[in-house]
């Protein structure tokens, strides 16, 4: 399951928002967040399949032939139609993958009977709410998808942000037009001296030109 | 490629040079010659260091044609750390260069008793073997210098390191990659003290004034390899996922499944796992850039390029590209995520010539054993130098997980018929698990890779959500692997003929047309079969029972986190693996 970063409900003030506008071919370096994983709002309590095409946007064709391993809270997800997602769970997506495991663990794999411990069994129990996801993108998906999602905004630990930020910083100076925190424009330099809630959620949302 | 290169390093009067018709062995390459001449004419029941132990060195079916992918170079005897039959097998350079010289294989037989240390020089004109003492001892890096201003720089070699000739049954078999660089191992089993035992320090091969192999049909076959090309090349695994990030891809998605052994099997999870994955290793080696970082290919003639090179901060060069499995073993399997030093790890692996799968379990074990902490990069580095130094210490790591395992008294040891398991848990996949256990190799990934089966219907239709079809398609893909590791095929194309009959078709009319021949996916399953058989017979006469096909007593009864599961396919199951 996902940390429980949104849920602090002891906080009173509102999350911080960030908000960067770089260029595009700054895309790479935040594939970085999303191996860690990112927190998105969504509609849970619906299917995984709901999940990949209404909450991110994806076409079936895009899942079906794209996305070949789907785990739901580290288990593998042969059915993206009868898997369901509660608030808080952490799906991870894979292109295809070699090895005789990339084979195993793909989503309807011939091979699925050797990976029968760790295979997520399809639910009916469909009760959509509004909650959060802790998504994850690995290989060639952040590449295609991941611009998109950010462009959406994310949520990540305020700790985690200030990891990143700190080990991207260079980058960020060389291709990150403008940064804003809560609709205020910031120096580039000082985002790093900025205090962040460390185990609270930030919103992080990144535009590229 | 149909001589058979016999040299008898024990012969009285210094080393004998035969060259024979391949006879009972014609038609056969890669695993099913080298598993085939063990089976037949290797005592089982002798010592795997003593003269009647045969180490035999086979290009692929397909080697030194103009076919993509076609570079693995098999290498076959009785191993000296499972007792059982070993192949292992590499990529690089030598495979094409002794099939255009027209060999179907090289045997080493017998054991000089003399105390010299041979190299064996190999081109058109015939065969020198010449004492070397300078040699000794030397990494398989300087070796290979030392060669190339000998012989020059269009050579191929096949060498061993320090390990090799200290006898050490984790000692690797070396073969040089296209920079003429140690970087390619044949691994698994020992065989690098095989060699080591025959006092053969290195083969030299020189395929000047030779030409690529042809083909009894040259139209057909080159529109099968058209056709093969275009199908490897428009797949995602191997046009686009293996080429961008490499073999390490899998350690995310491996994690994230629980099944990625970490502290020497003792969690599923590694917490610093996105520091050494694939997609990290990837953008580092494109950062500090340098000829062939990120995407390389490991021979001529290599179209998928898993590989790379990785350098240094300062740009200089350290080693090849690690793999998935030697970014584990020295990694995630002993709490470390730094790939400087594990790639530095992988270095003194190769130049000291030990298997990087088998030294990561041992140091993993040693780590156990309070040797080191988990964690300590340094640590980690001290033990390896105490094997490429050959301290008593030094030994013992360099005889394998199993053997440091007894000398601590540590009960968590990873290991099948002696030999350390790879990159995945076998509770978590324990179709996996199944191939460990009940492999002629020992506890082997690769033995069960060839994710063809359903392809070439190997053991007809299984249902796929069985649970109790684990043995079955276990079985399936150790038969089918047998077979792809015959023709000198990467196993990576498996996954391009997986999911393209067409591929799958055009690896077979390339056979065809080459020999002449009019195999079909049946013709390919009885190969795979009589490679096995030949296997598991030499391991019956050997002194093996079905109770080495067991995984160790810790993965039924320590359950792993997060999934918290233990292995459960009965020995039934297992027993039931061969029965065909």
């Given amino acids: 399951m996902a940390p429980d970063i949104a849920k602090d409900h002891t906080r009173t003030a509102p999350e911080p928002h960030l908000v960067l506008h ?44 794209r996305i070949q391993t789907i785990f739901l809270n580290g288990k593998a997800v042969d059915d993206p139609l009868s898997a369901v997602i509660a608030d808080h769970a952490a799906i991870a997506l894979s292109a295809a993958m070699p090895g005789l495991l990339g084979a195993t663990l793909r989503k309807g794999s011939y091979y699925a009977a050797m990976r029968g411990e760790i295979s997520h069994e399809g639910e009916n129990n469909l009760h959509p709410h509004e909650g959060k996801v802790l998504l994850k993108l690995f290989n060639l998906i952040p590449g295609e998808i991941g611009s998109f999602i950010l462009g959406r905004g994310v949520w990540l630990k305020g700790d985690s942000l200030k990891k990143f930020l700190e080990k991207r910083l260079l980058r960020l100076l060389e291709g990150c037009l403008r940064a804003d925190i809560d609709g205020k424009s910031v120096d580039l330099k000082k985002l790093l001296q900025q205090e962040w809630p460390a185990d609270a959620a930030v919103f992080l949302r990144v535009c590229f030109l | 490629m149909d001589q058979l290169l016999r040299i008898d390093m024990g012969a009285q009067g210094g080393p004998k040079v035969t060259v024979t018709e391949p006879g009972e062995y ?47 170079l098999s290498i076959g005897c009785k191993s000296p750390l499972t007792g059982g039959i070993k192949e292992a097998n590499a990529g690089g350079q030598p495979s094409q260069m002794i099939a255009r010289l027209g060999y179907a294989a090289i045997v080493l037989e017998g054991k000089p008793e003399d105390g010299s240390l041979y190299k064996i020089f190999i081109n058109k004109d015939g065969v020198k073997i010449i004492p070397d003492g300078s040699l000794k001892m030397l990494g398989n890096y300087d070796l290979v210098d030392k060669l190339k201003g000998e012989y020059g720089d269009k050579i191929g070699v096949i060498s061993i390191g320090p390990a090799g000739e200290m006898k050490m049954s ?9 920079e003429v660089r140690p970087t390619r191992h044949a691994g698994r089993g020992g065989v690098g ?13 020189d395929d000047a004034g030779m030409k690529m192999r042809s083909p009894k049909d040259s139209k057909a076959f080159q529109e099968a390899n058209k056709k093969w090309v275009e199908g490897i090349r428009k797949h995602p695994v191997t ?87 030697t970014v584990w073993s020295h990694g995630g399997n002993c709490g470390i995520d730094d790939l400087d030093a594990i790639a530095m790890l992988d270095r003194l692996d190769d130049d000291f010539g030990l298997d990087t799968i088998e030294m990561g379990a041992t140091v993993g074990v040693a780590m156990e054993a309070g040797l080191a902490k988990f964690g300590d990069t340094q640590g980690a580095i001290n033990l390896v130098k105490e094997v490429g130094k050959g301290t008593p210490l030094g030994r013992i790591l360099g005889n ?39 492999s002629t190799m020992g506890a082997d990934h690769t033995a069960g890779y060839a994710v063809t089966a359903n392809i070439l219907g190997v053991g007809g239709k299984v249902d796929p959500l069985k649970p109790e079809g684990q043995a079955e398609l276990s079985r399936n893909l150790q038969i089918a692997t047998a077979a792809v590791d015959s023709t000198g095929m990467c196993l990576f194309v498996a996954f391009a003929v997986l999911d393209q009959p067409e591929t799958f078709q055009s690896l077979i009319d390339m056979i065809n047309s080459f020999y002449g021949l009019k195999l079909t996916a049946d013709d390919v399953t009885a190969l795979g079969k009589s490679v096995l058989k030949n296997e598991k017979d030499f391991n019956l006469r050997a002194g093996f029972t079905s109770k080495h096909d067991r995984l160790p007593e810790f993965f039924k009864k320590e359950p792993l986190p997060p999934h918290d599961i233990v292995f459960n396919v009965s020995d039934k199951d297992l027993d039931s693996v061969f029965n065909w």
């Avoid at chain 1, 999303?34 to 899942?63: H, I, M, N, R, S």
């Avoid at chain 2, 598993?35 to 029941?45: F, M, R, Y």
């Avoid at chain 2, 132990?53 to 076609?70: D, E, Y």
Wanted: include cysteine; aromatic fraction near 6%.
């Fill in chain 1, 22 to 65: 770089t260029n595009s071919d700054l895309a790479i370096i935040f594939h970085d967040l999303f191996q860690e994983g990112v927190l998105v709002d969504a509609k849970v309590g619906t299917t995984v399949q709901t999940f990949l095409c209404e909450v991110l946007g994806l076409t079936p064709q895009y899942v079906e032939e």
């Fill in chain 2, 400 to 438: 394998g997980a199993a053997v440091t395992g007894k000398v601590f008294g540590i009960e968590r040891v990873p290991v099948v018929k002696g030999q350390a398991m790879p990159a995945y848990d076998p509770r978590t996949v324990q179709g996996i698990g199944v191939t460990y256990a009940t």
């Fill in chain 2, 193 to 205: 003290a095989v060699m080591g035992a025959k006092a053969v320090k290195a083969i030299i091969i």
């Fill in chain 2, 239 to 325: 046009g686009q996922g293996l080429p961008t990030y490499g073999t390490n891809i899998l350690t995310n998605v491996i994690n994230e499944a629980g099944g990625y052994p970490t502290h020497n099997f003792m969690w599923g999870r590694f917490e610093g796992c996105t520091k050494i994955s694939g997609e990290t290793q990837a953008e580092l080696e494109n950062a500090r850039g340098g000829e062939g970082s990120a995407t390389h290919g490991c021979h001529r003639g290599c179209i998928i390029r898993c590989s790379g090179t990785f350098y240094d901060k300062d740009g200089q060069y350290i080693t090849k590209q690690p793999e998935y499995e």
């Fill in chain 2, 26 to 72: 014609e038609g056969l390459g890669g695993r099913a010659l080298t598993s085939a001449i063990i089976s037949k004419e290797v005592p089982p029941l002798c010592h795997p260091l003593g003269a009647d132990n045969k180490l035999v060195i086979a290009p692929g079916l397909l080697s030194g044609t103009a076919a993509a992918m076609s570079g693995r």
């Fill in chain 2, 170 to 178: 984790a000692a690797s078999i070396a073969c040089t990659d296209m």
